[in-house]
């Protein structure tokens, strides 16, 4: 029996190193596949970088370009607005001068008009007192009623201003020249 027990010993010796043999080579095989699976890993990361950086290089590209025809665009833009606006000044610069010249004729033409008028006046005996009146100071009270006691008053559409007595019964006036 101890032969017996010693061959079923051996026996079941002989089948833990076959296991033990098979785990090992399955072991093998698992860090096999992963190594295998850490490279695949490995060589597609890569090959993502690479199309990353051609992706992101050819966007860089196209933004460069499309800041290059912006930037031509607002170039060409601004001169042409620029060119408008010179153009626009230079014609208003010119109608208005035009204008201008006829229109400061005619106030010219007219100002010499209402002078000559005025001191064609000045030397009648009324232009004459009323100089006479505004050197006094009296022009000015007389025209604006504004003497002590003095009153306006509407009548007939037009407004007048006369004298009255005031509270002490005193009447004011203006000198006359």
């Known amino acids: 029996t101890d032969e017996r027990e010693l061959d079923d010993g051996l026996a079941a010796f002989d089948q833990l190193g076959r296991e033990m043999a098979e785990t090992n080579r399955l072991l093998r095989a698992v860090r096999s596949d992963q190594a295998t ?29 499309s800041q290059t025809e912006i930037r031509s665009n ?6 042409t607005s620029l060119l408008i606006a010179l153009a626009g000044c230079g014609a208003g610069y010119y109608l208005g001068h035009q204008s201008g010249w006829e229109q400061g004729q005619a106030e010219g033409y007219q100002k010499s008009r209402n002078q000559e008028a005025a001191a064609s006046w000045a030397n009648t005996p009324s232009g004459q007192r009323a100089y006479g009146l505004d050197q006094l100071g009296s022009l000015d009270m007389l025209a604006l009623c504004r003497g002590d006691g003095w009153t306006m008053e509407r009548q007939k559409g037009r407004t007048v201003c006369f004298p009255k007595l005031d509270a002490k019964g005193n009447l004011s006036g203006w000198y006359i020249p």
Do not use: F, I, V, Y
């Open 37 to 65: 699976r850490n490279q695949q890993e490995h060589a597609l990361s890569a090959e993502m970088q690479t199309a990353l950086r051609q992706a992101t290089g050819a966007s860089q590209k196209a933004l460069q370009a």
């Open 74 to 79: 607002l170039l060409w833009t601004g001169l």
